[in-house]
């Protein structure tokens, strides 16, 4: 979960005339710039310009975690101070507009430090008539009388705060600042002002809202509007989907995984009873089917994983996510082993029933969600950590390359390479295949809840690998570890919730909080219960399968 939960995903504005915004994690860049009052509103790339920076809003649609969730989209600054009458936060605000009494497009605007505070629920919000300003940049007062009206105006040569203030004395009841790109833009206070005192709302258009909403007055259409900042849920029903996927795909694919291991060791036991000998032994465990990683290839995964991803940062493109989801699709449906395919089949059909009988749920799942946790279940099923030692070092090295790449690679690429590669900015599309993904049903926002495959995948393998020495020990899972490994992992990714909606949607890696649970949890109790060196066993392909000699 890179989170990307964040407060949930940074969101981008869409740059179409629409301007629909699908924030879903929040980040922000603290090493930003403030030129008097022209500093760019929040989020995620920063761009250079003379005498200013400019942050790009993104409209993220996932990472991982990056689930996630958020209460308002509130955007803290510590750059630019607060003090009396300047200390509001910078809020995103919803804009639906009216066009000669037809609701039309709604905008996205974000609001000033200064002024008013906006309305969270939209049926407490007042419908406003909108009009234009004269001269435009409000620098001077408006040669048109208001009557409470909303009044729209452009950036000019004035400070935001005097706009504000002559259109409070004209009786506007709010201002809408147009600005002269298509990016939101912080409206803070001069350095010199030490008290301000405005009592309307000021949101600032980015420049294609506003030059649509000035076309409609010019042509003598009646344009009105409506301000509101609505909040996010502190938890949402996908975040709860999200939760119970991501378990219930471990739970079954340990099972799963237990079931052949069991199968497998009992045909290996027959053999050694039948002294069919070695070499009939060692064609049993080949046929199996199963890969047991070591801890060279554990370690060698970060290096693979860590060079995969800097590939995708790198070749992130349309045409290469469509390779990826090609490459995704086969990963899903095809698998070395007779059982792995009977349950790709079993999984298929699922789908297929789903759709038919219920479109909505097949439509909030997706078929990239589907194929997304038959591809989990595949590899948990195929993929054994042989014991714990491996296992500690798999989820270690895991552990730090979350890290890394979520936090400390904007050292060196100006940017989170993690959260970046999740949701497919440079792409043109939603966000690369290997994700969960699930549209926030209850989000005034909407964006999408997320959780990243080896976020299910690494820690799984140690859960699958718990399931079966409880079962090939036959110990009960009270005895045993699978329960404990299952609650902690369960534990682990609700903390990573927590986590994101705490600390106001930065990107948060969730096996930053998974590891220590599950790997933590597994380590306590097998050195409470001195299995410790039963568990840290040399690799070998059953360390823990003890064949009791036949009773004649």
Request: neutral net charge; contains cysteine.
């Amino acid at each position: 979960m890179k989170s990307v939960s964040m407060r949930a995903v940074l969101a981008r504005i869409d740059k179409a005339r629409h301007w629909n915004y699908h924030p879903t994690l929040v980040k922000h860049e603290e090493n930003q710039f403030i030129d008097g009052y022209q500093t760019a509103f929040a989020s995620c790339t920063m761009l250079k310009q003379p005498g200013e920076k400019k942050l790009k809003i993104h409209a993220v649609l996932a990472l991982a975690p990056c689930f996630a969730s958020a209460g308002d989209i509130v955007h803290h600054d510590d750059v630019a101070p607060k003090r009396p009458g300047c200390e509001n936060n910078f809020v995103l605000v919803k804009v639906p507009a009216w066009v000669d009494g037809v609701e039309d497009i709604e905008y996205v605007g974000v609001g000033a430090r200064f002024g008013l505070t906006l309305e969270s629920k939209e049926k407490h919000a007042n419908k406003t008539r909108l009009v234009l300003a004269d001269p435009p940049d409000l620098c001077r007062p408006p040669k048109n009388k208001l009557n409470g009206d909303v009044i729209l105006a452009h950036r000019g040569n004035c400070s935001f705060t005097t706009k504000s203030n002559i259109a409070e004395d004209a009786n506007a009841s709010a201002i809408l600042i147009i600005n002269y790109r298509t990016e939101l833009f912080k409206m803070v206070c001069e350095a010199n002002e030490t008290d301000v005192r405005i009592g309307i709302p000021a949101v600032m258009l980015p420049q294609d809202a506003g030059a649509s909403l000035e076309n409609y007055i010019k042509n003598s259409s009646a344009v009105s509007v409506q301000l509101y900042s609505p909040q996010r849920p502190l938890v949402d029903v996908a975040e709860v989907f999200l939760w119970l996927m991501a378990v219930g795909t471990i739970l079954g694919a340990s099972y799963w995984s237990a079931w052949s291991a069991r199968e497998v060791a009992i045909d290996q036991d027959k053999l050694l009873k039948d002294a069919s000998g070695d070499f009939t032994l060692k064609e049993g465990v080949k046929s199996s089917g199963v890969v047991n990683i070591n801890t060279t290839s554990a370690i060698l995964f970060v290096v693979i994983a860590s060079c995969f991803l800097v590939m995708l940062y790198k070749l992130m493109s349309l045409w290469f996510m469509d390779v990826l989801v090609v490459l995704f699709c086969i990963g899903g449906i095809e698998t070395p082993t007779n059982n792995s395919s009977f349950g790709s089949c079993c999984i298929g059909h699922f789908s297929f029933q789903v759709e038919h009988w219920n479109p909505w749920l097949a439509n909030l799942l997706g078929s990239f969600v589907i194929m997304g946790i038959a591809l989990i279940i595949t590899v948990l099923q195929i993929v054994h950590v042989p014991n714990l030692k491996v296992g500690t070092v798999l989820l270690s090295c895991a552990f730090l390359y979350d890290i890394f790449w979520v936090f400390v690679s904007k050292l060196w690429f100006k940017e989170s390479v993690m959260i970046v590669v999740a949701r497919g900015d440079k792409s043109g599309e939603d966000g690369i295949p290997m994700l969960l993904k699930i549209p926030r049903m209850f989000d005034p926002w909407g964006g999408y809840s997320i959780i990243g495959f080896g976020d299910i995948i690494l820690p799984g393998l140690l859960v699958a690998f718990a399931l079966r020495y409880d079962w090939l020990t036959k110990k009960n899972l009270r005895a045993g570890y699978f329960l404990w490994a299952m609650t902690a992992y369960g534990l682990g990714l609700l903390i990573t919730y927590i986590a994101l909606n705490m600390m106001d949607g930065h990107g948060q890696p969730a096996l930053l909080y998974i590891v220590p649970f599950t790997l933590g949890t597994f380590l306590t109790l097998g050195k409470k219960r001195g299995d410790l060196k039963a568990l840290w066993a040399p690799e070998r392909s059953c360390p823990h399968i003890q064949f009791q000699p036949s009773q004649s």
